[in-house]
């Protein structure tokens, strides 16, 4: 069973930085972490893909977030980072990192909460004008 542990949440002000860490553990093949992806959710809100990347080195952005925010991934320390630059106060959010396994996956589900198995708990930003 995958375990996704996220921190580096924390509160700054627009305009500033953060960088967020997913650390997974509890699989024996890298198999099970293939696609891994940043989501956040507001209360009300269906929670958002932000960001994926693959084992291949694939990445994918939000609109919302293209220019701002960096996903890469650490194979051998099994960590999942997303870099967030330029905040903004619609940054604000629970961020939530997930992995699925290199299953077959249309590329219009990449970023779908649907597609993943595994999940973090989830670390809050918030962005403060």
């Known amino acids: 069973q995958v375990q996704l542990v996220e921190s580096g949440g924390d509160s700054v002000q627009a305009g500033g930085s953060l960088k967020l860490s997913c650390a997974a553990s509890?699989?024996?093949?890298?198999?099970?972490?293939?696609?891994m992806c940043w989501f956040r959710q507001t209360p009300g809100k269906e929670r958002e893909g932000v960001a994926v990347?693959?084992?291949?080195?694939?990445?994918n952005y939000a609109d919302s977030v293209k220019g701002r925010f960096t996903i890469s991934r650490d194979n051998a320390k099994n960590t999942l980072y997303l870099q967030m630059n330029s905040l903004r106060p619609e940054d604000t959010a629970t961020y939530y990192c997930?992995?699925?396994?290199?299953?077959?996956?249309?590329?219009?589900?990449?970023?779908?909460?649907?597609?993943?198995?595994?999940w973090g708990q989830g670390t809050q930003v918030t962005v403060s004008l």
């Open positions: 997930a992995a699925r396994p290199r299953t077959p996956l249309q590329t219009f589900r990449i970023m779908a909460s649907s597609a993943y198995n595994y």
């Open positions: 509890g699989y024996s093949y890298a198999y099970n972490v293939y696609y």
């Open positions: 990347i693959a084992s291949d080195g694939y990445t």
